[in-house]
Nanobody, 123 residues
Framework: QVQLVESGGGLVQAGGSLRLSCAAS????????MGWFRQAPGKERVFVAR????????YYADSVKGRFTISRDNAKNTVYLQMNSLNPEDTAVYYC????????????????WGQGTQVTVSS
């Protein structure tokens, strides 16, 4: 079965950086758009960023634009999220997701999900 495994989360001070990775297995990775979502305690899961199959198109939530960068390496079946200038409002569990026909950056557009990695930003 398809597996998406996130890594790279942790505790960081405000203003710091983290790089999340998501390794995919048993998936035709290069055929799938990939996305990152996050979910803070007591809140719904929300879109952060997504990238097209070839990596040529990227999309970001307004709240992270200019601070986060999504990228992918199809040879390694891995998608990344570089997060800079982190602030406490970025604290959440971050999930990667794979979608075969993604037209809109919504949870419902994605077919497979990872288990998530915790990101905590202290003030």
């Amino acid at each position: 079965q398809v597996q998406l495994v996130e890594s790279g989360g942790g505790l960081v001070q405000a203003g710091g950086s983290l790089r999340l990775s998501c390794a995919a297995s048993r998936l035709a990775f290069s055929s799938y758009a990939m996305g990152w979502f996050r979910q803070a305690p007591g809140k719904e899961r929300v879109f952060v960023a997504r990238i097209s199959t070839g990596g040529g198109n990227t999309y970001y939530a307004d709240s992270v634009k200019g601070r986060f960068t999504i990228s992918r390496d199809n040879a390694k079946n891995t998608v990344y999220l570089q997060m800079n200038s982190l602030n406490p409002e970025d604290t959440a569990v971050y999930y990667c997701a794979a979608g075969l026909n993604v037209k809109i950056s919504k949870v419902e557009s994605f077919d497979y999900w990872g288990q998530g990695t915790q990101v905590t930003v202290s003030s």
